[in-house]
């Protein structure tokens, strides 16, 4: 049987990459232009990772698209041209497939195949991985690039297998169009996906009822098309646009502010403040410099963008449904397109969960614990289980068969050196793991830095001569103890978010993102290399430790 001929070999390569996004795909490409034996293994059946995956109506991309790419090759910045400032879904998933396809990435990725286990043989030095379907690898080097929102949270509700409707999660959404055109439906969560989908929706369903538990903060995308002049400029100014938004603090090229909201008058921040709506995106967030470190600072955006929904809303009670009353920019800072402008139409309402919270989805619909919705369709806009979702469904065994999962305790105690790799488990790489910057900015200039880090490391590692890197442990508790620090002067710690883990049932809170910004984490990370990999140990091929 097939089956059993996979189980009985093994294939055996220098490297194994996890994902074919935009992390999996450059990952390939170095490994595999440096020379190595490398294969990519993806679940889904094609490229583009979460791009694949979502195809929720409404997604796009909150980066701007110029930055919103990979910058390793001038070559390719010039021959791709974007068609808006915030592309859609499948605009960006285009656009990945043009990378594999430009760089001959697909005869190196499996597809279809998931990885169920990754252990680590410390007799050889090699990771043995095991793939859902019994065919086993052995690798040197073992590197992870599943997202840090790619692990789809889909709630344990009550009675969902009794539902006679439909239902999906923006995480998988099916690849063939939705038709919610007549349709009673139901949309769970208003985060990020759930804000770009409502509109959408709504233009199409008779009839939308949003069950919201926590409201957000949301401002204008102001998305607009490129002209060809505009995109003719960038790609001119490639060179001027790769240095800014990599030694930038977020991997975007606005410069951040050197002065206090509290400096202002009212009526000078008021200014300021409508400036920023007028232009969208994240300017309003980098307005000023201690919205994210100041309580008062942060309350004098936060009553701004709550005055707004006021304005928007029609409705005084939902407009005050509407009003969130957390600091701005501790949960994601999103933005969107006509969003509380959707909450004036007359076939979408709104339910507060938290005054009455969903009780069991019937065969019928939604039942809380005041009122019964019959629905047709059921979205969960339910999010992610973020930072260390996707490394824990995977079996990942270091030294000593040691689990990942035992040793961060199932999230409690999350460890890293750098966000790149962690004691106890040499030659493993995670690109934007926990504790690195990653989603606190624009990931494609995150995951550039870390790729190029890890090639270089690999390269150093094979031109002395050595079979594995490993993180030392008091490095990484002195890496982990300075992001908490960080953190703990940030008003980030102070709201409950998928960044803490609040999200998910049982999952134990910490806020496991690096604060300092990507310019300096990048200049941290080079210092490292540049002082003969400070903080961590070699193992020779003959096991010995130096």
């Given at each position: 049987?097939?089956?059993?001929k996979k189980e009985?070999q093994?294939?055996?390569?220098d490297?194994?990459?996890i994902?074919a996004?935009f992390?999996?795909?450059?990952?390939?490409?170095r490994?595999?232009e440096?020379?190595?034996s490398?294969r990519a293994?993806?679940?889904?059946?094609g490229v583009g990772?979460?791009?694949?995956?979502?195809?929720?109506?409404?997604?796009r991309c909150?980066s701007?698209?110029?930055?919103?790419?990979y910058?390793f090759?001038?070559?390719?910045?010039?021959?791709?041209?974007w068609?808006?400032?915030y592309p859609e879904?499948p605009?960006?998933?285009r656009y990945l497939?043009f990378?594999?396809?430009k760089?001959?990435?697909?005869?190196?990725?499996q597809?279809?195949?998931?990885?169920?286990?990754a252990h680590?043989d410390?007799?050889s030095?090699?990771?043995?991985?095991?793939?859902?379907d019994?065919?086993?690898?052995s690798a040197?080097?073992?590197?992870?690039?599943v997202?840090?929102i790619?692990?789809?949270n889909?709630?344990n509700?009550k009675?969902l297998?009794?539902?006679?409707?439909?239902?999906?999660h923006?995480?998988h959404?099916?690849?063939?169009k939705?038709?919610?055109t007549g349709?009673?439906?139901?949309i769970i969560?208003?985060g990020?996906?759930?804000?770009?989908a409502?509109p959408?929706i709504?233009?199409?369903?008779?009839?939308?009822?949003?069950?919201q538990?926590?409201?957000?903060y949301?401002?204008?995308a102001?998305n607009?098309?490129?002209?060809k002049?505009?995109?003719?400029q960038a790609?001119?100014n490639?060179h001027e646009?790769?240095?800014t938004?990599?030694?930038?603090?977020?991997g975007?090229?606005?410069?951040?502010s050197?002065?206090?909201?509290?400096?202002?008058?009212?009526?000078v921040?008021?200014q300021?403040?409508e400036?920023?709506?007028?232009e969208?995106g994240?300017?309003i967030?980098?307005?000023?410099?201690?919205l994210?470190a100041n309580e008062d600072?942060n309350?004098?955006?936060?009553?701004?963008?709550?005055?707004?929904?006021?304005?928007?809303v029609?409705?005084?009670?939902?407009?005050?449904?509407?009003?969130?009353?957390?600091y701005?920019?501790?949960k994601r800072?999103?933005?969107?397109?006509?969003?509380?402008e959707t909450?004036?139409?007359?076939?979408?309402?709104?339910v507060?969960?938290?005054?009455?919270p969903i009780?069991?989805i019937t065969?019928q619909?939604?039942?809380t614990t005041?009122?019964?919705y019959?629905l047709?369709v059921i979205?969960?806009?339910t999010?992610?289980?973020?930072?260390?979702g996707?490394?824990?469904k995977m079996d990942?065994r270091g030294k000593d068969d040691?689990?990942?999962?035992d040793?961060?305790?199932n999230?409690?105690?999350?460890?890293t050196y750098l966000?790149?790799?962690t004691?106890?488990?040499p030659n493993?790489f995670?690109i934007t793991?926990p504790?690195?910057?990653?989603?606190l900015?624009?990931m494609p200039v995150?995951?550039?830095?870390?790729?190029?880090?890890?090639m270089?490391?690999?390269q150093?590692?094979r031109k002395?001569d050595?079979a594995?890197?490993?993180?030392?442990?008091?490095a990484?508790?002195?890496?982990s103890k300075h992001?908490?620090e960080l953190?703990?002067?940030?008003?980030?710690t102070?709201?409950?978010?998928w960044?803490t883990?609040?999200?998910i049932?049982?999952?134990?809170?910490?806020f496991?993102?690096y604060?300092g910004g990507y310019g300096p984490?990048r200049d941290?990370?080079?210092e490292?290399?540049a002082?003969?990999?400070e903080?961590?140990s070699?193992?020779t091929?003959a096991n010995t430790?130096?």
């Amino acid at each position: 049987m097939p089956s059993t001929k996979k189980e009985n070999q093994v294939t055996t390569l220098d490297a194994v990459v996890i994902g074919a996004g935009f992390s999996g795909l450059y990952m390939l490409y170095r490994l595999r232009e440096a020379g190595l034996s490398t294969r990519a293994y993806e679940a889904a059946g094609g490229v583009g990772g979460v791009w694949y995956w979502n195809h929720y109506p409404g997604a796009r991309c909150d980066s701007e698209s110029i930055y919103y790419n990979y910058t390793f090759s001038e070559e390719l910045y010039k021959e791709w041209s974007w068609t808006s400032r915030y592309p859609e879904q499948p605009e960006i998933l285009r656009y990945l497939n043009f990378v594999a396809d430009k760089f001959d990435l697909r005869k190196d990725i499996q597809f279809q195949t998931r990885i169920k286990s990754a252990h680590y043989d410390e007799s050889s030095n090699r990771w043995m991985i095991r793939t859902e379907d019994g065919e086993s690898i052995s690798a040197t080097y073992f590197i992870t690039g599943v997202g840090c929102i790619s692990t789809a949270n889909i709630p344990n509700m009550k009675g969902l297998d009794n539902f006679k409707g439909d239902w999906y999660h923006t995480g998988h959404w099916p690849h063939e169009k939705v038709d919610f055109t007549g349709k009673r439906v139901g949309i769970i969560g208003t985060g990020s996906s759930g804000v770009q989908a409502i509109p959408v929706i709504a233009k199409e369903a008779a009839h939308l009822t949003v069950f919201q538990r926590t409201p957000q903060y949301t401002v204008p995308a102001r998305n607009h098309p490129y002209t060809k002049e505009y995109i003719q400029q960038a790609k001119e100014n490639f060179h001027e646009i790769k240095k800014t938004i990599r030694a930038s603090l977020a991997g975007l090229p606005t410069p951040p502010s050197d002065r206090s909201a509290l400096e202002d008058s009212p009526e000078v921040r008021q200014q300021v403040f409508e400036e920023a709506w007028k232009e969208g995106g994240p300017a309003i967030l980098f307005s000023y410099a201690d919205l994210l470190a100041n309580e008062d600072a942060n309350e004098t955006v936060s009553a701004f963008i709550r005055s707004k929904i006021h304005e928007i809303v029609e409705d005084p009670e939902t407009a005050e449904k509407l009003s969130p009353t957390y600091y701005y920019g501790t949960k994601r800072a999103i933005i969107d397109t006509d969003y509380f402008e959707t909450y004036n139409r007359p076939n979408v309402s709104l339910v507060d969960v938290k005054k009455a919270p969903i009780q069991e989805i019937t065969a019928q619909g939604i039942r809380t614990t005041d009122a019964e919705y019959d629905l047709d369709v059921i979205v969960f806009a339910t999010g992610y289980d973020g930072m260390t979702g996707s490394l824990f469904k995977m079996d990942i065994r270091g030294k000593d068969d040691v689990s990942l999962k035992d040793k961060w305790e199932n999230g409690s105690a999350v460890s890293t050196y750098l966000g790149i790799a962690t004691a106890g488990f040499p030659n493993m790489f995670m690109i934007t793991g926990p504790e690195s910057p990653s989603v606190l900015g624009n990931m494609p200039v995150a995951i550039e830095q870390h790729v190029e880090w890890v090639m270089d490391c690999i390269q150093y590692l094979r031109k002395h001569d050595m079979a594995a890197i490993e993180a030392n442990a008091d490095a990484e508790q002195a890496w982990s103890k300075h992001c908490r620090e960080l953190a703990d002067m940030t008003l980030y710690t102070k709201t409950e978010s998928w960044y803490t883990g609040a999200n998910i049932e049982g999952k134990a809170r910490g806020f496991q993102i690096y604060v300092g910004g990507y310019g300096p984490y990048r200049d941290r990370c080079t210092e490292v290399a540049a002082k003969g990999y400070e903080g961590f140990s070699f193992i020779t091929a003959a096991n010995t430790v130096v």
